[in-house]
């Protein structure tokens, strides 16, 4: 009798055993048999560990540091001389009319940023906007198919670089943390005062508010830097396809777009 009931024991042990191997194998291939019949159900399978993810890095994130010749502001004729320090003469130059007036904020309510990074990563591509945009002084922001340029918004950033062009405009080259060596970067614009423009009087304003700032004497040339300076800055986004990336700016520390604001509608002195 005795080897009887080991025998039963051994056998009831087996069947348990093979059961638990059997459920475990259809488990590890992400299915399970409901009941008796030939239905199936998805199950949910946990691991240990996430599988790695690739992460995208946006260039346009990071400091163009290539050594390209400086580009410098020139206009629909190459002999263009403005008449004094101040003047921008709109139809002597390329999109002169979109560099000096403002998106509508009827049209288009500001957008607000707390850092560059997060600005940039909404712009369009730079290659893609170059086929869409014309030289010609009268061609206006584009808005289509998501390439978009209508828009305005208000970013905080770090001042450290300006320069004034020949056709009157400053640039003012905008770091996202105050920490230059690296990191993303964008050109600001205060624009000259148009020879024509329905925004004229407000962008002659913003200008002598910045030339107030220094003294009455902005930088000249981009070098030596200053601050940088802690700023917030509104205005009009504009692609400027005169220029390639990584031109515009000190060399090493120059943005790696051709995305710009401007003109600037206001800027505001935070201090280090």
Same mark, same amino acid.
């Given at each position: 009798m005795k080897f009887r009931v080991r025998i039963i024991l051994i056998a009831v042990v087996g069947l348990l055993l093979l059961s638990s191997d059997s459920e475990g194998f259809w488990r590890r291939r992400g299915w399970w048999r409901d009941g008796g019949d030939c239905a199936a159900r998805p199950v949910t399978i946990y691991r240990d560990t996430a599988p790695p993810v690739s992460v995208h890095r946006d260039k346009? @994130?990071?400091?163009?540091?290539?050594? @390209?010749?400086?580009f410098r502001e020139g206009g629909l004729a190459t002999s263009v001389v403005e008449p004094d320090g101040d003047t921008f003469t709109v139809r002597k130059h390329d999109r002169g009319q979109a560099k000096t007036s403002y998106v509508p904020i009827t049209e288009a309510p500001v957008e607000v940023f707390n850092d560059l990074g997060a600005l940039i990563v909404t712009l369009a591509d730079d290659e893609e906007m170059k086929s869409r945009i014309q030289k010609k002084w009268d061609f206006d922001?584009? +808005?289509?198919?998501?390439? +978009?340029e209508r828009r305005n918004v208000r970013v905080t950033a770090y001042l450290f670089a300006v320069q004034k062009e020949s056709d009157n405009d400053f640039h003012c080259i905008l770091d996202d943390d105050g920490s230059l060596e690296d990191g993303a970067k964008m050109n600001a614009e205060i624009s000259g005062i148009p020879t024509e423009s329905p925004d004229r009087d407000q962008i002659a304003q913003v200008r002598q508010d910045f030339k107030n700032y220094f003294n009455g004497n902005p930088p000249q040339t981009y070098k030596p830097f200053f601050g940088p300076v802690r700023v917030v800055i509104e205005g009009s986004l504009f692609f400027d396809v005169d220029h390639a990336s990584g031109t515009v700016g000190p060399q090493g520390y120059r943005p790696a777009s051709a995305w710009e604001i401007h003109p600037i509608r206001s800027i505001q002195f935070l201090g280090n």
């Open positions: 346009r @994130l990071q400091t163009d540091k290539r050594a @390209l010749p400086e922001r584009i +808005n289509e198919n998501g390439y +978009n």
